[in-house]
């Protein structure tokens, strides 16, 4: 008869002639020989080998006996070579560096067992030993072992043997194996308990095999077992994930009304965070207001999902309002993951002042920003100097989080670091960042260095100025025009012509024009200017 594992009518009623042989797949030795490592032994390994050696199985490992390795290779469960399947009799030796490699807990279970014969194993015993294998996340062996259990043998497995098996099989990820084991379970007459119906059900639909899942759950209603309001949560998600969003808010409002399974914030969750990753938020808002009307507390997975909304939207103001608004609230504060959705579409969109008082309110509650992120705030607080040097404080402070956390600022930023200090007044910290970016083979932009050359010129330092410029050039860039006429003017007023002419030298060799005469003219005219001023009546104290 042909097998009921692959049937392709799922779910039907079991008939009374399905109590044939049931052909299973095959496990070839070598792929199962293959998951098995021998792991670090300890005190408790060698009474467990010392407890599998008594099984009547033979010795275990290659260094006791060389030769009982290949045995133990043939013994693995699967089919013989002519079609016939192996016999349920349980090789303790085929699972036994999975069985040592569990954690204590699980070995200690099932150590009493390897002590008895094979003869005395019940299918509760198998059942334990594959609940220890599957709950030592080794879903494989669990599998295998499962598998080699002969539904016509003296051990058949139990209606318990296939929710282990289903579940293994959906914590693999494998929805097809899951389904099919859920049928075969239906055909042989055993009821799947609830746990194994919906486990399935989300298998699927993570999956995005909604169709299939929607069978699931059909079957599941036809023989009498009533859907969680997980099974509900896994469906709708299932509906969000294929981008059927219309059918998940119908089975939403269905459930609001339902007088056995009523929706709880997941659900609401599920549905507004699937409007919210299309676009439309103020659906969102809707489905996240009724949740409210009947009275759910809204999680950390709600408000995440209305802000990722928001931000992708560009209702920045919403977004940075509702992240204010959690921020006062005691039952639902904001975590790290509500501040990263935030911070970069404010920094994104030029909202510095608001990104600013974001990345405090982050720190204030114990989080860490990305290098990133503050990376880009660094910059945007260094461009607000040129408006607002106050400013300058706050920029100092990111730019040395961003260098303490290890994250090495772009050129850019270092450049924009520069130029705010030598706006700030704070021209050795300008000088030094130059150097840095020299250093580490940074590229130099015109404005920055520009900008440090002033700030010298402005304080009379031309020897400091001289050196930034001798510098840049030695880097093989070329200095502007506005560093050239800087620099020339301050020394022209100083009256050292020969430095003046060498600068203009410089500036003429490499293609920069810049006036030598107007700025001597200029440089006179600010020396007459200031010797009338010190010479005048008023200067002097001279009644007029």
């Known amino acids: 008869m042909a097998s ?39 005190d408790h390994d060698a009474e467990l080998l010392g407890a599998l050696q008594s099984n009547g199985n033979g010795i275990l490992l290659r260094e006791l006996h060389p030769t009982a390795l290949p045995q133990a290779l043939d013994s693995i469960p699967g089919e013989l070579g002519d079609g016939r399947r192996r016999s349920s009799q349980f090789r303790a030796r085929d699972y036994a560096r999975r069985i040592m490699s569990l954690p204590m807990t699980e070995r ?64 693999k990820g494998a929805p097809d194996e899951a389904k099919e084991t859920l049928d075969e379970m239906l055909a042989r007459g055993y009821l799947p308990s609830v746990a194994a119906f919906s486990a399935v059900v989300g298998c699927l639909c993570k999956r995005g095999r909604v169709t299939r899942a ?45 007088p056995k399974q009523t929706a709880d914030i997941y659900t609401f969750t599920i549905v507004l965070d ?31 999902a209305l802000l990722n909304g928001h931000c992708k939207e560009g209702n920045l103001l919403k977004a940075y309002d509702l992240l204010m608004e959690m921020c006062g609230s005691e039952t639902c504060p904001p975590d790290k993951i509500s501040y990263t959705i935030v911070l970069p579409a404010l920094l994104r969109a030029g909202e510095i002042s608001a990104a600013w008082k974001t990345f405090k309110r982050m720190e204030h509650a114990g989080f860490e920003a990305d290098g990133r992120a503050l990376d880009t705030l660094a910059r945007g607080l260094c461009r607000q100097c040129a408006a607002d040097i106050s400013v300058l404080k706050d920029a100092k402070e990111v730019f040395g989080k961003v260098v303490s956390a290890g994250h090495e600022p772009v050129s850019y930023t270092y450049c924009l670091m520069a130029q705010a200090l030598a706006r700030g007044g704070e021209v050795d910290a300008a000088v030094a960042i130059l150097d840095d970016m020299v250093r580490k083979g940074y590229a130099l932009r015109k404005r920055a260095y520009t900008d440090v050359v002033r700030a010298l010129c402005d304080r009379s330092r ?27 003017g301050e020394l022209s007023r100083q009256e050292r012509w020969s430095d ?26 600010v020396d007459h200017e200031e010797e009338a001023a010190w010479e005048s009546p008023a200067q002097l104290g001279v009644p007029q």
Do not use: W
């Open 4 to 42: 009921l594992y692959h049937s392709s009518l799922p779910f039907s009623p079991p008939s009374s002639s399905c109590h044939g042989v049931l052909s299973l797949p095959p496990r070839t030795a070598a792929s199962f020989a293959c998951l098995c490592r021998v792991p670090p032994q300890d």
């Open 108 to 171: 200690v279970k099932v150590l009493d067992l390897l002590q008895r014969d094979d003869a005395a194993l019940t299918v509760s015993d198998y059942n334990d030993i594959i609940s220890a294998l599957a709950r030592g996340g080794d879903y494989d062996s669990a599998v295998a072992l499962f598998r080699s259990l002969d539904p016509n043998g003296s051990v058949a497995p139990d209606a318990h043997s296939f929710a282990i098996a289903v579940q293994c099989f959906c914590r």
């Open 214 to 258: 929607m069978e699931v759950f059909d079957a599941m209603r036809a023989v009498g077992s009533e859907p969680t309001i997980r099974t509900y949560n896994s469906l709708i998600g299932g509906l969000c994930y294929v981008g059927r969003l219309e059918e998940a808010r119908d089975l939403l409002n269905k459930l609001k009304d339902a």
């Open 274 to 304: 699937g409007f919210c990753k299309v676009g439309r938020t103020e659906d969102a808002m809707a489905i996240f207001e009724d949740a409210i009307r009947m009275g759910l507390s809204p999680t950390i997975f709600t408000y995440n």
């Open 462 to 488: 031309t020897r400091d100025a001289v050196r930034v410029l001798a510098t840049v050039i030695a880097k093989d860039f070329v200095p502007g025009r506005n560093a050239f006429d800087a620099l020339l």
């Open 500 to 525: 003046a002419m060498a600068v203009y030298a410089a500036a003429v060799k490499r293609g920069v024009v810049v006036s030598l005469k107007r700025n001597v003219k200029e440089a006179l005219v």
